[in-house]
């Protein structure tokens, strides 16, 4: 009896903080007043700026938000929402007055004061007040060190500075705090962190330390293509052909798509190693390897036209432009071909018909994450600051009517 009473007491005393944590959960009190969390949330116009925010009309979702937050001055989230819709917008003033409006309220809770000041740092981010918005990522920092979001933007603010050593220790430690299966993502980065230091290492003149940067970036993560060239390039400059060779041909294996980065430094050196002709099989193989290459259709053709067989290159060429006739690089190689070949009509026919769709750009490469356009290959986007997000863009022909219209390819 007396230990069915005492089970009976452990289920209530169980119920009963049951029922205190979903109080305090839904409850808040401020003020000697109790706030019913949960009703905050079911305003229409908590409701209806949510549905404008998804549907990207900024303009209405800062109307609804901002009289959701009229209605309830006590709704902190709410206030940090609309902070983030002014930044987004462009208004980085009313962002930073918003949220350091919060910062200043009696007995903010710690969670609260880490969003609270998490945006606050973005708003100086975006407003370029650089000093502020490091000041308010460490204070996040302070009150939690393992705040993924604080470490991210202390990141680019140094990539910004272009204080590599600084990001590339954010990195080592964002690398840290994930998980075992999601840490490939970090190795790329701090891969590319290292070419930088590397690159840094170059500029002051320290020729040893800057190798070790880059090799140390290809161990990281064999795909990072720019270690491969610039340690190469580090060894070509110290009279050290057949290493940068190596190195140039490694990267080939590794990133095909790529390969075109290093053809141009590998004919050089191949010639100054007295065996030009592996170029000419280097970019055969390629073109067995990976039939859409047309860069080492180019590069093959143009090694053709130098030895004078004009038809050869033609045909060379006139299989690239199948595969991207938009590049200008190719046109511009035909029309030399044509020439050696004296504007034979037979063979201009040829060239006109394959060109006849094409639309004439320098190589354009797209960033997968802010579409911003490069004439050349980037290793970060400018906008977006993400590592390795640019792919060559590639436009098919117009089609008949009825079939697929213009596409982008990588």
Known sequence: MANDTLLLGVLVALLVGLAAGKAWERYKLRDGHWIDRRKLRQSPHFLQGLNFLVSNQLDHAIDEFGRAAALSQDAIDIQIILGALYREKGQVGRAIQTHQQLLQRPRLGRQEQTAVLL???????????????????????????????????????????????????????????????????????????????????????????????????????????????????????????????????????????????????????????????????????????????????????????????????????????????????????????????GYEPSAVARYIEGSREAIFYRDPHLCLRCHYRSTELLWQGPHCREWNSFVEERLTPAREDGEPGPVATE
């Open 119 to 341: 945006s606050l740092g973005l708003d100086y981010r975006r407003g370029g007040f650089v000093d502020r918005a490091l000041e308010a990522f460490h204070e996040v920092l302070r009150l939690d060190p393992d705040n993924v979001q604080a470490l991210v933007n202390l990141e680019k603010l140094h990539e910004d500075q272009h204080q590599w050593r600084e990001a590339y220790d954010i990195r080592t430690r964002l690398a840290q705090l994930a998980p075992q299966g999601e840490r490939g993502g970090h190795q790329t980065i701090l891969a590319f962190l290292e070419n930088e230091l590397g690159l840094q290492a170059l500029r002051r003149g320290d020729r040893p330390d800057a190798a070790r940067h880059f090799e140390a970036a290809i161990d990281l993560d064999a795909s990072v293509v720019p270690a491969y060239l610039n340690l190469g390039d580090l060894q070509a400059a110290e009279g050290r052909t057949a290493e940068a060779v190596a190195t140039w041909e490694r990267l080939v294996d590794v990133a095909p798509e790529r390969a075109w980065l290093a053809l141009d430094r590998l004919g050089g050196a191949y010639g100054r190693l007295g065996v030009p002709d592996r170029r000419e099989t280097l970019s055969r193989r390629l073109i067995e390897s990976t039939p859409h290459d047309w860069r080492a259709r180019l590069a093959l053709a143009n090694a053709c036209s130098a030895r004078g067989d004009h038809r050869d290159a033609l045909t060379l060429l006139l299989d690239a432009l199948a595969v991207n006739p938009h590049a200008l690089a190719l046109h511009q190689a035909t029309w030399g071909t044509l020439a050696g070949l």
